[in-house]
């Protein structure tokens, strides 16, 4: 049994050490303790009874979900708890390994993106117009299918529901393959700047790519990823013009056209040097006055993410795999795979009158 892994299933269940110990008989905290640090053995007996105990095939203990996202960025709230960040961070976990073992059958687009230094002389804003080009967009084009144009070139965006402290997060799986996680719940315009910016992250600070200097802290990473965000989605060449003189009936103008937030906007504008202090204080002060701070009128339009969606299908429909077929297949219990891919139900047809 891999320590590790032990440790994984028991905070999934949101057990402590001391909670397993007590419903475990034979088991006690400090032999648990030493275990799961990699300083002591359990009997195959105790084992048994602990994976029993814990729903998780006896397989899944050989594998490795490790406990540390690699090269993972955040764009969330300063105040998360503990216990939050674990039973988000553990989802994301299994959504990476998900990927990696389905790689095993099936192919993922691959990534296409050329990811750049700004150490190497290349600004945040040519990084974010050059990847625009990649993406063949035009210089004036709003990105429209965000997650579908992203999926196309390699980068695998999954839908979580979490707590609002978090917007999303990217991060390589152990194979090499990009993903994204957002906040399901969030509006639409907020979720496209979310991906974006973890799409700068992607793109910028990816140490696998090339080594970032030690000066080039979360902080300037995640301004980077901002500024990254707000280039890709609006691009200043094509926007600031139209960000002087502004008016709250430009800013919905705006909205509809770029499919971003009006927050995004008037801080755009800020950065821009198209509205000063005063202004853009006034602005904030009329947006939380009409309650646009908490929900902004007009909704935008967002696609949804099919990569892994597909890949469920392909092995359900095309493989003509079950659930159960599933379970063994990746070593997890059926309820996890099930709240991952929220499989369809379909609807049942009742027989009521025989002829």
Same mark, same amino acid.
């Given at each position: 049994?891999?320590?590790?892994?032990?440790?994984?299933?028991?905070?999934? /269940?949101?057990?402590?050490?001391? #909670?397993?110990?007590? +419903?475990?008989?034979?088991?006690?905290?400090?032999?648990? @303790?030493?275990?799961?640090?990699?300083?002591?053995?359990?009997?195959?007996?105790?084992?048994?009874?602990?994976?029993?105990?814990?729903?998780?095939?006896?397989?899944?203990?050989?594998?490795?979900?490790?406990?540390?996202?690699?090269?993972?960025?955040?764009?969330?709230?300063?105040?998360?708890?503990?216990?939050?960040?674990?039973?988000? #961070?553990?989802?994301?976990?299994?959504?990476?390994?998900?990927?990696?073992?389905?790689?095993?059958?099936?192919?993922?687009?691959?990534?296409?993106?050329?990811?750049? *230094?700004?150490?190497?002389?290349?600004?945040?804003?040519?990084?974010?117009?050059?990847? /625009?080009?990649?993406?063949?967009?035009?210089?004036?084009?709003?990105?429209?299918?965000?997650?579908?144009?992203?999926? @196309? *070139?390699?980068?695998?965006?999954?839908?979580?529901?979490?707590?609002?402290?978090?917007?999303?997060?990217?991060?390589?799986?152990?194979?090499?393959?990009? %993903?994204?996680?957002?906040?399901?719940?969030?509006?639409? !315009? /907020?979720?496209?700047?979310?991906?974006?910016?973890?799409?700068?992250?992607?793109?910028?600070?990816?140490?696998?790519?090339?080594? %970032? @200097?030690?000066?080039?802290? #979360?902080? %300037?990473?995640?301004?980077?990823?901002?500024?990254?965000?707000?280039?890709?989605?609006?691009?200043?060449?094509? %926007?600031?013009?139209?960000?002087?003189?502004?008016?709250?009936?430009?800013?919905?103008?705006?909205?509809?056209?770029?499919?971003?937030?009006?927050?995004?906007?008037?801080? /755009?504008?800020?950065?821009?040097?198209?509205? !000063?202090?005063?202004?853009?204080?006034?602005?904030?002060?009329?947006?939380?006055?009409?309650?646009?701070?908490?929900? +902004?009128?007009?909704?935008?339009?967002?696609?949804?993410?099919?990569?892994?969606?597909?890949?469920? !299908?392909?092995?359900?429909?095309?493989?003509?795999?079950?659930? *159960?077929?599933?379970?063994?297949?990746?070593?997890?219990?059926?309820?996890?795979?099930?709240?991952?891919?929220?499989?369809?139900?379909?609807?049942?047809?009742?027989?009521?009158?025989?002829?």
């Amino acid at each position: 049994m891999n320590f590790k892994q032990l440790t994984f299933a028991r905070e999934f /269940r949101g057990l402590s050490q001391t #909670e397993l110990s007590q +419903e475990i008989k034979g088991l006690s905290q400090s032999n648990l @303790s030493k275990f799961e640090k990699g300083l002591a053995t359990l009997s195959e007996q105790l084992q048994e009874k602990i994976i029993e105990h814990l729903g998780f095939p006896k397989e899944f203990y050989n594998e490795k979900i490790y406990n540390v996202l690699e090269s993972s960025n955040y764009r969330k709230k300063s105040v998360i708890t503990k216990a939050d960040l674990l039973k988000f #961070e553990q989802r994301c976990k299994l959504v990476a390994y998900l990927v990696d073992e389905m790689a095993q059958t099936l192919e993922w687009p691959e990534f296409k993106l050329t990811p750049l *230094n700004t150490e190497d002389g290349f600004s945040v804003k040519k990084i974010a117009n050059y990847t /625009r080009k990649q993406l063949k967009l035009d210089t004036d084009e709003p990105v429209k299918n965000i997650m579908s144009l992203l999926e @196309s *070139n390699g980068i695998i965006i999954y839908e979580i529901v979490a707590l609002d402290k978090f917007d999303g997060i990217s991060f390589i799986s152990k194979k090499g393959y990009p %993903i994204i996680v957002i906040n399901k719940s969030f509006s639409s !315009d /907020r979720k496209r700047f979310t991906i974006a910016h973890e799409l700068g992250h992607i793109l910028m600070h990816d140490e696998r790519n090339f080594a %970032i @200097s030690e000066f080039r802290s #979360e902080k %300037i990473k995640e301004t980077e990823a901002n500024m990254f965000a707000s280039e890709f989605l609006m691009p200043e060449d094509e %926007i600031k013009n139209s960000l002087y003189g502004l008016n709250l009936k430009d800013l919905a103008t705006l909205k509809s056209y770029w499919l971003t937030s009006m927050a995004s906007i008037l801080r /755009r504008a800020k950065d821009l040097k198209c509205l !000063d202090d005063n202004r853009f204080k006034y602005f904030n002060i009329e947006l939380s006055r009409l309650g646009y701070k908490k929900h +902004e009128p007009i909704d935008v339009f967002i696609d949804k993410p099919k990569l892994l969606n597909k890949a469920y !299908d392909i092995f359900t429909n095309d493989l003509d795999y079950n659930i *159960n077929d599933l379970s063994k297949y990746f070593r997890l219990p059926t309820e996890i795979i099930n709240e991952i891919f929220e499989p369809k139900k379909e609807p049942k047809i009742r027989v009521l009158n025989r002829l």
